[in-house]
């Protein structure tokens, strides 16, 4: 069990140079760091498991990662933030070539936040049907679950399904504003004992979107 539990110390720098945006735009006229030039500099922390059978096609078992990074003037930082992220997957076998995969997904800030480290509702690894930044605050989180296919040699089908939200504070959380997606796609696998995928899948949101997404890898 050990041998699968890894931690790790990381070094996190930003440096915003130009920013150019509409007059009398909303950003200009919001209350919001990170409108001007900044830097953010900062040391974080990471923890993570991983007994999955597979990194690009996993049949059985779970990774978790979580990552938290400090931002502060101590370290030259304009704003002083902290940043958490957890990922937690399952992967199941239903049958015979046939997996469940889910992903919960938690994104959490602190402090004075510039725009640029918002979380970000949607994507091509995220919640499909949304495009990536559809809706942006301080904190998220998302659960997707994904039935993967692989009904002929190279060649493999998903079906998904997810919801989440963001939000400034814990009240928000409310089942009137979560979001949600689903669709489906199919996959051809570049390399076949390791089924890396290119992939392409279809999302429909709950609102306002929809999209095609064409990529390498699987969304989780």
Known sequence: MFNKLYAGILYEYQNVLKLN???NGIFQNSITYGKSPYEVSGPGASIGFDNRNGTFWPTKGIYLFSQTTLFNRVFASDFDVVKTLVDFRTFNSLRKNIVLAS???VYFTSGQIPIRDYAALGGSNNLRGFYQGRFRDNNMYSLISE???NFYK???ACFFGGIGS???????ITVQNVKYTYGGGLRYALLKKERLNLRLDYGFSSRYDSGIYFTVGECF
């Open 147 to 149: 039935c993967r296919w």
């Open 103 to 105: 992903q919960a997904y």
């Open 21 to 23: 945006y509409r007059d």
């Open 166 to 172: 963001v939000f400034s504070t814990e009240d928000q």
């Open 154 to 156: 190279r060649l493999s």
